[in-house]
């Protein structure tokens, strides 16, 4: 299996305040990915980081911010949690070239209330 | 527009028999990959199986086929012998040769009835 891990794996937090989830991988790979997932919706881009300080906006960014400061770690920042942001998110790996798949962490159940 | 669509929000089988799961993409890239997962009541994603767009043959993976039609666009997965542990959500992605992201379907939940 690869080596992505997400921290926390559940968190129950209040509207306004902020939240941060951290995805850390030991397989070196290039790319980093921030979905969600919702019912009716199956995966939605968040982010996405392709090296060190190199981050672009997905289908779903409003409200999220990225930051990749070391090749292993991805973290995602809601600078102020909304009800609309509770979801499951996962954080997914991958390597550069068409035939490399997306390997996932075991995901973040986010609850916002 | 959407670059993978899945139709089939519910599919249900019989266990044993097999069951195709459609999947449609869009894309004007000569080179893509598609790729195809199953996420169990557990909730982890599992990679599945892999076409390429210039791979001459359909993509087997034991169980799992690929039926690649590239003039269609479509990518169906088909499960043959289908068992009680295949019921799961079962979603569809697109990795173009332009871009560095992946794009999903909205999945398709799969029951395998005894």
Redesign the interface.
Known sequence: DAGITQSPRHKVTETGTPVTLRCHQTENHRYMYWYRQDPGHGLRLIHYSYGVKDTDKGEVSDGYSVSRSKTEDFLLTLESATSSQTSVYFCAISQEGLNYEQYFGPGTRLTVT | AQKIT?TQPGMFVQEKEAVTLDCTYDTSDP???L?W?KQPSS???I?LI?Q??YDQQNATEGRYSLNFQKARKSANLVISASQLGDSAMY?C?M?E?TG???Y????TSLTVIP
């Not at chain 2, 999903?104 to 999945?107: A, H, I, L, N, Q």
């Open positions: 899945q080179s893509y990959g790729f997962y909730g982890e994603m990679f892999y390429g767009s979603f992605a990795r040769e560095n992201q992946f999903f379907g909205t999945g």
